[in-house]
């Protein structure tokens, strides 16, 4: 069974750009969250989808937005790009919204801002 | 505002060690805690799932306690290998939405 995909695993960006991260989750799983991972702030909750729907956001600025397509997989957006968004992009699936399960992860976009 | 601990930051043991690796949660109204590990430059391996009705679960060599009266978890991993050297990182879902807040972990070293 293959795992959460997310493509691409690298990319480099200049400030002022946009960038499009993809996500694929694990097969039959239709909640897919997105989390922002920095040394200076660890781990942070960007947003979760289910049902093609934003179900939860955290607290970020709104040139982060997502969206998720009627076969669950999820696009995030990041628009006007600073160089504080140099970060690992992990994207996380789980089979259901409010089931409290667990939480499978990608290997992450890198994404560098120069 | 739900805050997670781990202590301490970094942690180096011989090969063959059992070793325990501490998180802390400063509320206890959770649903589930979970532990994973990253090795560098990678995504996030799940290594255990504890349901707030439960008080452990075990994989492996691995063991996961859960006292959320104290706000507290701790992982125990058996007859430690240098294979077992990354970052483990602990994360509580304190609204059933799958919003985790992830402790800032705990990363282990191995020594052969």
């Known amino acids: 069974k293959a795992g959460v995909t997310q493509t691409p695993r690298y990319l480099i960006k200049t400030r002022g750009q946009q960038v499009t991260l993809s996500c694929s989750p694990i097969?039959?799983?239709?909640?897919v969250s997105w989390y922002q991972q920095t040394p200076g702030q660890g781990l942070q909750f960007l947003f979760e989808?289910?049902?093609?729907?934003?179900?939860n956001k955290g607290n970020f600025p709104g040139r982060f937005s997502g969206r998720q397509f009627s076969n669950s997989r999820s696009e995030m957006n990041v628009s006007t790009l600073e160089l504080g968004d140099s970060a690992l992009y992990l994207c996380?699936?789980?089979?259901?919204?409010?089931?409290?399960?667990?939480?499978?992860f990608g290997e992450g976009s890198r994404l560098t801002v120069l | 505002k739900q805050e997670v601990t781990q202590i301490p930051a970094a942690l180096s043991v011989p090969e063959g060690e059992n070793l325990v690796l501490n998180c802390s949660f400063t509320?206890?109204?959770?649903?589930?805690l979970q532990w994973f590990r990253q090795d560098p430059g990678k995504g996030l391996t799940s290594l255990l799932l504890?349901?707030?009705?439960?008080r452990e679960q075990t994989s492996g060599r691995l063991n996961a306690s859960l006292d959320k009266s104290s706000g507290r978890s701790t992982l125990y991993i058996a007859a430690s290998q240098p294979g077992d050297s990354a970052t483990y990182l602990c994360?509580?879902?304190?609204?059933?939405?799958?919003?985790?807040?992830f402790g800032t972990g705990t990363r282990l070293t191995i020594i052969p």
């Open positions: 994360a509580v879902d304190d609204s059933g939405n799958e919003k985790l807040t």
């Open positions: 509320d206890s109204a959770i649903y589930n």
């Open positions: 504890i349901q707030s009705s439960q």
């Open positions: 996380a699936s789980s089979l259901l919204h409010g089931g409290a399960g667990e939480l499978f």
């Open positions: 989808y289910f049902s093609e729907t934003q179900r």
């Open positions: 097969s039959g799983h239709r909640s």
